[in-house]
């Protein structure tokens, strides 16, 4: 990070030089505008505003709280400890922690060379950014979205270690100097760059790590995120063998976590990736058929007119 951004979250800050001089609780106040341990996004937002930064406030324990708003924290240098659902988190320098509107967590004090952001996100900050993103849909960003914006139920966290890798770095700085500094269209511009940076983070998703109890999130995730690469030719038995699981198992526990069997996921994924390739390629029907893992072209184009109430190449000329 910029040398002049870590100067700045270095200073102390009025909050914290109460504390210093022997404050030993957080100012509700500041944080809450009822006195349930709900810390409300109203306080912290200006009004119309859907993004905020704010420096995480050290020396302080902040105890068991939740959040109407999708929090992100990111670790500029330090480390702080967090308790989120019972669960003990060391977020480490260049670590990003999300938390969805449900989760609870619990912060120990931190000293003074842990600086860490938190991102304050309203949950309709993201439709711009998903739009943004690009018209080729992802099932597995569409679930990430989902725990995040509280649509699938559930207290949910998800732990990034992705400290090395540099265009997440640079995204993450790239938002806080931008929402720091006021720039210009700074809204649009952020908007974009959330786009980026969970196209980023869904090619890490191996550097996630999230709720112990939600193991079976993790499983859906992990199945979602083979099929994505695989969705061509990749196999249950095949992904069964990676997880180390049973494939009869496996074969019940995604349809009774995601409503669809194994084959109806990838398919639709295939359809997606297709309708994709329709709008924004001149690629042949025929070539966008097998590129996406049909050889029958008329089945192709019979389960496509289902999905999408046209034919492929009507699709094309946007004659839906």
């Not at 009025?14 to 100012?27: F, R, S, Y």
């Not at 849909?137 to 989902?146: H, N, Q, T, W």
């Not at 559930?154 to 890798?165: L, T």
């Not at 983070?201 to 550097?207: A, K, R, S, W, Y």
Request: overall charge negative.
């Amino acid at each position: 990070m910029k040398a002049e951004l870590l100067e700045e979250l270095r200073k102390i800050t009025p909050e914290e030089q109460e504390i210093l001089d022997g404050k030993t609780t957080i100012d509700k106040e500041i944080y809450m505008s009822s006195k349930e341990n709900v810390i409300d996004a109203a306080m912290l937002l200006e009004e119309g505003k859907l993004i905020q930064v704010r420096k995480h406030t050290r020396f302080i324990h902040f105890p068991l709280h939740t959040h109407n708003y999708i929090e992100v924290i990111y670790m500029c240098e330090g480390s702080t400890h967090h308790v989120i659902g019972g669960r003990d988190i060391i977020l480490h320098a260049g670590e990003l922690l999300f938390l969805n509107q449900s989760a609870s967590q619990e912060i120990y004090p931190a000293g003074a060379g842990d600086l860490a952001v938190n991102f304050i996100i309203l949950p309709e900050f993201f439709d711009k950014s998903l739009v943004m993103m690009g018209k080729e849909s992802s099932l597995l960003r569409d679930f990430v979205v989902g725990c995040l914006r509280g649509e699938l139920g559930g207290e949910m966290y998800m732990h990034f270690k992705v400290a090395e890798v540099l265009p997440i770095q640079n995204l993450l700085e790239n938002m806080i100097w931008s929402i720091w500094n006021k720039i210009p269209n700074k809204r649009s511009i952020n908007q974009v760059t959330m786009g980026m940076l969970f196209l980023h983070l869904l090619n890490h998703m191996d550097c996630m790590e999230s709720n112990g109890e939600q193991k079976n999130q993790r499983l859906v995730i992990d199945v979602l995120g083979y099929i994505e690469e695989h969705y061509k030719d990749g196999e249950l038995s095949e992904l069964a063998d990676q997880l180390h699981y049973d494939v009869y198992w496996l074969s019940k526990e995604i349809k009774k976590l995601t409503c669809s069997n194994y084959t109806d996921l990838v398919q639709k994924k295939r359809l997606r990736q297709a309708a994709y390739l329709l709008e924004n390629t001149s690629l042949s029907v025929l070539d966008i058929g097998q590129s996406v893992g049909y050889e029958n072209m008329s089945y192709f184009h019979r389960i496509f007119q289902k999905e999408y109430g046209t034919t492929p190449k009507k699709y094309r000329s946007g004659q839906q």
